[in-house]
């Protein structure tokens, strides 16, 4: 079935380098592909997002990278900071159009 | 705007018992939908709604009802709780199913549900 696999679960970092989380999606017809920040007992939301028809978009510190050909994308946070600690989550675009979600990933930025 | 409002934040049930996760939303949106979020599972999609008076299951739908009356509200049931229903539960919503045209989801604040 459908899957979307999330690399790795939890990634420790020194404040001000930089972090990379990683995912695979089984579906080639997937064409969306979304990151959300989830702070601890806070609701998730939308950090930044890329469609199939684009390889790379940035948004101040942080930046997506997509390969469809492997079927992965990546997210990047540059340069971080306390308020990036959090679990980041990616999903695909599935069949009758749902959200596949990754596993998450807990961010801690090591002071 | 209030966007998403859910209700409880936070519920401890008897095996058994039966209740309703209260969901509304105030923007206007067509697509409303139910996950659970347990460790190291990411969010799983229990029901959703593409407008009102219609629903489908999601991933994990047994155990759990839903429907739809109006735009604004989306209230999920437990009809009889169970241990395996422990979980934090989401509401969210998007103007149409989010992955159609990239539309961003909007969540609620959540409910810890706990069942003894």
């Known amino acids: 079935g459908e899957n979307v696999e999330q690399h790795p679960s939890t990634l420790s970092v020194q404040e001000g380098d930089s972090a990379v989380i990683k995912c695979t999606y089984s579906?080639?017809?997937?064409?969306?592909f979304p990151w959300y920040k989830q702070e601890l007992g806070k609701r998730p939301q939308l950090i930044i997002d890329?469609?199939?028809n684009v390889g790379e978009k940035k948004d101040q510190r942080i930046a997506v990278t997509l390969n469809k050909t492997a079927k992965h994308f990546s997210l990047h946070i540059t340069e971080t900071q306390p308020e990036d600690s959090a679990v980041y989550f990616c999903?695909?675009?599935?069949?009758?159009?749902?959200?596949?979600w990754g596993a998450g990933t807990k961010l801690i930025i090591k002071p | 705007n209030a966007g998403v409002t859910q209700t409880p934040k936070f519920q401890v049930l008897k095996t058994g018992q039966s209740m309703t996760l209260q969901c509304a939303q105030d923007?206007?949106?067509?697509?409303m939908s139910w996950y659970r979020q347990d460790p190291g599972m990411g969010l799983r999609l229990i029901h959703y709604?593409?407008?009102?008076?219609?629903?489908d299951q999601g991933e994990v739908p047994n155990g759990y009802n839903v429907s739809r009356s109006t735009t604004e509200d989306f209230p999920l049931r437990l009809l009889s709780a169970a241990p395996s229903q422990t979980s934090v539960y989401f509401c969210?919503?998007?103007?149409?199913?989010?992955?159609?045209?990239?539309?961003?989801?909007?969540f609620g604040s959540g409910t810890q549900l706990s069942v003894l």
């Open positions: 969210a919503s998007s103007y149409t199913r989010a992955g159609a045209r990239g539309e961003k989801l909007f």
């Open positions: 923007m206007n949106h067509e697509y």
């Open positions: 709604s593409v407008g009102a008076g219609i629903t």
């Open positions: 579906d080639s017809a997937s064409n969306y």
């Open positions: 890329i469609r199939s």
């Open positions: 999903a695909a675009s599935g069949s009758n159009y749902q959200l596949i």
